[in-house]
């Protein structure tokens, strides 16, 4: 479970404490709720429908897991929670065992002996939760257990993660959430929740509908995720780009890399792991038995980076993966955020870094067009894909772009790339005319009959640098008055060019070739009424001096999530060491255990009695009762230890 509240004060229940805040207080050991989270977790306890849009990181899970335990409480029975994967039911449950919270999933890991005991503790009311996926909720054995809890009064609540799958417009659609319109139907007066971390207009109604959803309240958080740093480079050999970006801002972190394709997947995780990086490939043309030992040590081991497809990802609450980078274009600013959010999730500080160029623009556009789907949804994706493009080659800054795609208005935030380091731009109107009107005389040329009426960038870019090729000579190009006249502009920025014409909407790519063609806004650049100021490009390595951060850290000094001196350092890395057996004990990841966050607190404050370690934020009452006085020892030191040390012996543990 993420770290998604704020540090406070004493987690101990107080006697007017209401029942979700004794809840909050003595299971997650947390004294506040934040942002929205009280006002939905008061509104679904109350019996209320809601649709909850909340950044990932920020606390969903904790939306439904205390109305949850709350309702149980009052006898209101167990909630079922829709998940849509297995890695995510088994990190969940195994965080709520940690908290004493009784939980159990129904998936295919299970053996039969193993199902038929879940579903005793289910029918006996035992449990609070029950994770389970769409398509065995929708079988009839299942439906009619829930029947039965139902007329019973012990169903609590449903909750439907992950809800942007319900929508054709989502970036993740699953055909088997469709089904869950019967839990409305069959069900009533079982609150619902549904929950996402991103969803558009059209994917938002798209929930409304499909989930009958038109009487619950929408909840929308802030999609702003403050700790993380987006940083958008050019292609310039791709993989030295990334493995500087991973020695200099981020060796020996956890992080995940995206790549379009399998072949690419694989290539890169053999190349980085040649390199020295401890990087491991995943994606879904793997054997399942090496997909999951590979997320298994990225969940489990420190510094491990799984390079995967999209298929990697959703559901997975490791809350330090320090890095998401993307080496090719994800489809839409949807995904993109999706994507770069399951970095920082503990709120400490992570890096979103992308690399593309004018390939990924082109091979985008073709995957729409080339896609079965109707003319209205390839509208509808060109549109994203050029907004996320527009974010891309913004001049200003990128949180800014980012979150009012979500509607969402801000002021520059000083922490991505563009506000850290204010890019170049360069009057580009003179440079951008010349490649227009090239492409215009390969129509009139085409429509002489001479040839095709359009081509590719390459084919443009031999024109405009006056190279003469076989191609050029063929079709008698080098007679255009367009030859060589872009000489003295060089390849790559004539890429640049060209890429960020496209993403202006002054360029478009059509048929099966992807050729270069004028759009209607092309017509007022060429006549000079419409001036084109483009940024430089560049790919300048961010060293200390430019954006603050240091750069070249190893694993072996990596400071602590909090400031620490030497003496709390010491402590830190202790408990660290002490939490990795127990979770090793416990086959959990240690994060589920304690956050780095919630030890590196124990470090600097140093509780000395068991009410003092209560007070830590992240430490609820099973984990005071579990592993309170093994932390106080470990916080004391050895015998003898000198207090300059930060290990001296506390004689009160004796």
């Known amino acids: 479970m993420a770290a998604v509240l704020e540090p406070s004060s004493a987690p101990v229940s107080t006697p007017a404490a209401t029942p979700v805040q004794r809840v909050l207080e003595e299971i997650f050991g947390y004294a506040s709720f934040r942002g929205a989270q009280r006002e939905i977790v008061d509104h679904v306890c109350a019996g209320g429908d809601a649709l909850v849009l909340m950044p990932t990181g920020g606390g969903k899970s904790l939306?439904?897991?205390?109305?949850?335990?709350?309702?149980?409480?009052?006898?209101?029975?167990?909630?079922?929670?829709?998940?849509?994967?297995?890695?995510?039911?088994?990190?969940?449950?195994?965080?709520?065992?940690?908290?004493?919270?009784?939980?159990?999933f129904l998936n295919s890991s299970l053996d039969a002996d193993e199902a038929r005991q879940v579903e005793r503790e289910l029918m006996a009311g035992r449990l609070n939760l029950l994770y389970a996926a769409p398509e065995r909720i929708l079988t009839p054995r299942f439906t009619g257990m829930l029947e039965s809890l139902h007329e019973r009064g012990l169903l609590s609540l449903f909750a439907i993660d992950e809800a942007h799958c319900v929508s054709q417009w989502g970036h993740d659609f699953r055909e088997e959430y469709l089904g869950l319109s019967m839990l409305h139907e069959r069900?009533?007066?079982?609150?619902?929740?549904?929950?996402?971390?991103?969803?558009?207009d059209h994917t938002r109604a798209d929930i409304v509908e499909r989930l009958k959803l038109e009487d619950a309240r929408l909840f929308v958080a802030s999609f702003d995720r403050p700790n993380i740093r987006y940083t958008i480079v050019e292609k310039d050999e791709p993989?030295?780009?990334?493995?500087?970006?991973?020695?200099?801002?981020?060796?020996?972190?956890?992080?995940?890399?995206?790549?379009?394709?399998?072949?690419?997947?694989?290539?890169?995780?053999?190349?980085?792991?040649?390199?020295?990086?401890?990087?491991?490939?995943?994606?879904?043309?793997?054997?399942?038995?090496?997909?999951?030992?590979?997320q298994d040590r990225f969940l489990r081991e420190d510094g491990v980076v799984v390079v995967a497809t999209i298929a990697f990802g959703m559901g997975i609450d490791k809350p330090d993966v320090r890095f998401v980078?993307?080496?090719?274009?994800?489809?839409?600013?949807?995904?993109?955020?999706?994507?770069?959010?399951?970095?920082?999730r503990d709120g400490l500080p992570a890096d979103a870094w992308m690399a593309y160029g004018l390939a990924d623009v082109v091979n985008q556009r073709r995957m729409i067009d080339e896609s079965e789907a109707g003319e209205d949804f390839k509208r509808l994706q060109r549109g994203k894909l050029d907004a996320l493009l527009a974010l891309a080659e913004a001049h200003d800054c990128r949180r800014v772009r980012l979150l009012a795609y979500f509607g969402e208005h801000s002021a520059p935030c000083g922490n991505c790339d563009n506000c850290l380091n204010e890019p170049e731009t360069w009057d580009a109107t003179e440079a951008a005319r010349k490649a227009l009107s090239c492409i215009y005389r390969f129509r009139q040329a085409g429509e002489g009959g001479k040839g095709p009426r359009?081509?590719?960038?390459?084919?443009?870019?031999?024109?405009?640098?006056?190279?003469?090729t076989d191609k050029v000579a063929q079709f008698g190009h080098e007679q255009l008055s367009t030859f060589g006249i872009g000489a003295d502009v060089s390849e790559a920025q004539w890429r640049s060019v060209l890429r960020q014409l496209i993403a202006l909407g002054h360029l478009c790519t059509e048929g099966e070739y992807n050729t270069l063609a004028l759009t209607d806004s092309a017509r007022d650049v060429l006549r000079g009424a419409v001036p084109v100021r483009l940024r430089v490009a560049t790919d300048a390595p961010r060293g200390k001096g430019k954006t603050g951060r240091s750069t070249g850290r190893g694993s072996a000094d990596k400071p602590p999530p909090l400031p620490l001196d030497k003496a709390a350092t010491v402590r830190f890395n202790a408990l660290k060491a002490w939490r990795a057996e127990i979770a090793a004990e416990h086959n959990l990841p240690a994060?589920?255990?304690?956050?780095?966050?919630?030890?590196?607190e124990m470090a600097r404050e140093r509780p000395a009695t068991l009410d003092d370690l209560a007070g830590i934020s992240g430490v609820g009452a099973k984990k005071l009762e579990a592993y309170g006085r093994e932390i106080l020892r470990l916080l004391a030191g050895p015998r003898g230890a000198h207090d300059d040390a930060g290990l001296a012996h506390d004689p009160h543990l004796d």
């Open 63 to 104: 939306c439904y897991q205390v109305p949850a335990i709350a309702r149980h409480r009052a006898g209101q029975g167990v909630a079922i929670v829709v998940s849509p994967l297995i890695a995510l039911m088994h990190d969940q449950v195994g965080a709520l065992d940690e908290l004493g919270v009784p939980a159990a």
């Open 187 to 200: 069900f009533p007066g079982v609150p619902r929740v549904a929950l996402t971390a991103t969803a558009d």
């Open 239 to 294: 993989k030295k780009q990334l493995l500087r970006f991973i020695r200099d801002e981020h060796e020996g972190d956890a992080g995940v890399v995206y790549c379009q394709s399998r072949k690419k997947v694989e290539e890169t995780a053999t190349w980085l792991a040649a390199e020295g990086i401890n990087a491991l490939p995943y994606h879904a043309g793997l054997d399942a038995d090496v997909r999951r030992r590979h």
């Open 325 to 344: 980078a993307h080496l090719d274009l994800p489809k839409n600013i949807e995904s993109y955020y999706q994507e770069t959010g399951r970095g920082g």
């Open 454 to 468: 359009s081509f590719g960038a390459g084919h443009l870019l031999d024109v405009l640098r006056g190279k003469r």
């Open 591 to 600: 994060y589920i255990v304690f956050h780095d966050a919630t030890l590196a």
